[in-house]
């Protein structure tokens, strides 16, 4: 029983993970499940950094355009 979901879950990341269907080892499989993880944490890293410069950019371009009201 425990295998059997062990197995299950293995499969699970199999079909999840890019290239995992591919594999055939439990290591490989695990081993793709990895770096697709280290993958989605980085690329997070970067969108984040990328929201956070882009809203500054906004607030920025905002004050901006408030200070030119003032003088209407």
Do not use: C, F, H
Not at 18 to 40: K, N
Not at 46 to 69: H, N, V
């Amino acid at each position: 029983r425990s295998r059997a979901r062990v197995n299950g879950g293995i499969g699970q990341l199999a079909r999840i993970v890019p290239g995992g269907s591919e594999e055939r080892s439990l290591a490989a499989i695990v081993s793709r499940a990895a770096q697709y993880i280290q993958y989605l944490e980085e690329n997070e890293a970067r969108m984040t950094e990328l929201m956070t410069l882009e809203r500054l950019l906004r607030d920025d371009e905002i004050e901006r355009l408030k200070a030119q009201l003032k003088y209407y």
